[in-house]
Each structure stands twice: as structure tokens, then as C-alpha cells.
């Protein structure tokens, strides 16, 4: 059986509330004390049932949460999930605020981060920009005890705690190896349009995508990234623009949003057999595949990555380390015959 409190008190020969002074690193206790406790423990090989401790003391996990604000149909579905989670707070023992910011706004976000208070806030999640400035509140908050982990987008080159999205090199992978099957051995180009380069997310896939269209589908040339800051208008501008310029185009990849503007580029092209990959299963993605405008979506669940970043950001304040097969978020694929 496995040894409990009581079986330390015994060991040491102290009382049970010494004992729970000592786990819990309370004052009050000699340190000859504390060092006949901490002996018992080694000796019986004692494991604390954390979760348990801090549930019988009722205690509750502020988190804040920060994404982007906007029309970003994928980023609002993500809004939806943390709502829900707030409504699941009194259950998951959570108190979680959620701010938004104006999208690719650094500036932004490290105002939000830097007026987070240490002591009244267990750990953040957020929708970051790569940059050196949000690295460097990132590295701030963590070097004062608050965990960070970032959401959809990485931040590579900082200290945060956990990273909850999808394998975005894969992803970029993913959707070369489609595109260049969807192509079926024809030459031509490929239009990659992106949000915004600042994005890691959006780098990786645009990485991962050139390495396989060039190793593996070498009659098909990239045309881009083209950044449109993921605005629906801009997106459809860019890609009309495209499209009637270059009658080689025979590929879109979307890495990032505002696939309603692709939507309304296409149609004039649809004779020329484009093949179309776009990220994330929303309303007009469907419509997309339903049309056959769309040949495929790569999506990633935002509620896993909601639900994740809140398990994760309340084992690390625990001291516990999460389960990386539980977190991993899943790269999936949906075509018109398997929309859920």
C-alpha cells in the first residue's frame, strides 16, 4: 500500500499537523523538525497526490488568456472555446480572463503581459507574434514564477512553458504532398498566400510546404508568400490579381485566414482545375469543399488546445510535468466526403 501522512507522522515520530505544515512549506517548524519529515518521506518513499491537496484546499488557477480580436473566423472559434471553459470554471477550480488585441499587434500584447501581476495570476495562454519585444515579456513573466504557454502560433526563441497547437512544419508538409497529388503530374506553380510572416506558425508552413513542393513535385514553382494580414478583401485581391496575370497557376495554398476573399476569387477560375488547400474548418471552408472550390482543409481543434493549455498551465503551477501524449494536438484532413 502506498505509504500516507499518517505513516510519516509515525516515522518521524511527529504530529500529523507537523507533518502538513512541513508538505505545505509553512512557517513554525524547527529545522531539525523539518529534516526529520523530510527523512520519513525519503525512507517511505512518499509521493504527494498534488491534485488532491489542492483540490481538499480548494484552491483555484487564474489564468489569462490573450488572442487576437477581428473577424478571423478560425481566432473566434477559439474565442468560443475559452468561453466555454469560463463557464466550466467552478468544476475545473479555474478563474480565467480573457483579453483580446488588435491581430499582429505586438505592442499589444506585451502591454497586456507586462501589467499581469505575479501574485494574482498562475499562468498564461496566448496568440503570439514572433517577435523580440512579446519574447521578451514572455521571458519576464516566467523568470517571476508565472508559466506561459503559447497557443496556435510558437514562440520559439523564448522561455515558455508549453506549446499547445499543431505540428506547423508538418502541416506545410501535409499540404504540399496534397497539392502535388491534387495536380496529378501537371507542371505549373503554386500560389502560397500567408497571414502575416511574423507568425511562426505561418513561417513553419510555409517552410515545411517549400521543402516537400521542391523535393518532391519539382515541375510545380512557388509563387510567394504573399502576405495579406489575413483580411478577407486582400486575400481575394491578391489572388485575382494573381490568377490573371499568370495563367501558370495551376495551386492555392492559404496558410493562414480569410479564406471567405479565396471564396470569392474563384469562381472566375474554377475552369482552369485549381488545386486549393486552406487551413481550418469554419463555415465558409465548407461551403469551399461543398463547391468544389476547395479540394481539401488541414484543421486543428481549438478546443483541445484550450482544454491543453489549461491542464498544462495547471500542472506546472502544481510542479508536475503534463502527460506530452494527452497534449499532443492532432494535424487533421478533411475533405468533402468526410466533414464532420
Not at 523538525?33 to 525512507?43: D, G, I
Request: hydrophobic residues 45%; proline residues 5%.
Amino acid at each position: 500500500m502506498r505509504p500516507t501522512v499518517h505513516d510519516i507522522a509515525a516515522e518521524a515520530g511527529v504530529s500529523l499537523a507537523t507533518v502538513d505544515r512541513v508538505l505545505n512549506a509553512r512557517p513554525g517548524v524547527r529545522q531539525k523538525t523539518v529534516a526529520k519529515v523530510a527523512a520519513a518521506v525519503q525512507r517511505l518513499g512518499y509521493v504527494r497526490d498534488v491534485q488532491a491537496a489542492n483540490l481538499a484546499k480548494k484552491r483555484i488557477y487564474p489564468l489569462v488568456f490573450v488572442i487576437p480580436e477581428g473577424p478571423n473566423s478560425f481566432m473566434r472559434g477559439l474565442e468560443a472555446e475559452i468561453r466555454l471553459a469560463m463557464q466550466r470554471s467552478p468544476v475545473e477550480r479555474t478563474s480565467i480572463q480573457l483579453e483580446t488585441v488588435p491581430p499582429f499587434d505586438s505592442g499589444a500584447i506585451v502591454r497586456i503581459l507586462n501589467a499581469i501581476n505575479p501574485a494574482e495570476v498562475t499562468g498564461v495562454a496566448l496568440v503570439a507574434t514572433d517577435t523580440a519585444d512579446v519574447s521578451a515579456a514572455v521571458d519576464r513573466l516566467t523568470d517571476k514564477g508565472v508559466h506561459v504557454t503559447t497557443l496556435v502560433s510558437d514562440l520559439p526563441g523564448s522561455r515558455r512553458t508549453h506549446f499547445c497547437g499543431i505540428d506547423n512544419l508538418a502541416a506545410g508538409r501535409t499540404a504540399a504532398g496534397l497539392i502535388g497529388r491534387f495536380c496529378s503530374g501537371r507542371s505549373g506553380k503554386a500560389l502560397v498566400v500567408a497571414g502575416s510572416m511574423k507568425l511562426s506558425d505561418h513561417m513553419e508552413r510555409a517552410s515545411g510546404f517549400a521543402t516537400v513542393l521542391n523535393s518532391e513535385f519539382p515541375g510545380l514553382e512557388i509563387v510567394g508568400p504573399v502576405e495579406t494580414n489575413d483580411e478577407a478583401d486582400r486575400v481575394s485581391q491578391v489572388v485575382r490579381t494573381a490568377l490573371d496575370t499568370d495563367a501558370d497557376i495551376i495551386a492555392v495554398y492559404n496558410l493562414g485566414a480569410g479564406n471567405r476573399g479565396l471564396l470569392e476569387a474563384l469562381p472566375p477560375a474554377k475552369e482552369r482545375k485549381l488545386a486549393v488547400v486552406v487551413h481550418e474548418i469554419t463555415g465558409v471552408s465548407r461551403q469551399g469543399l461543398a463547391e468544389g472550390l476547395f479540394d481539401a482543409v488541414i484543421n486543428q481543434d481549438c478546443g483541445h488546445e484550450v482544454r491543453s493549455a489549461i491542464r498544462v498551465l495547471k500542472a506546472r503551477s502544481d510542479g508536475l510535468m503534463p502527460i506530452s501524449a494527452q497534449e499532443r494536438i492532432r494535424i487533421d484532413i478533411f475533405l468533402k466526403d468526410n466533414l464532420p
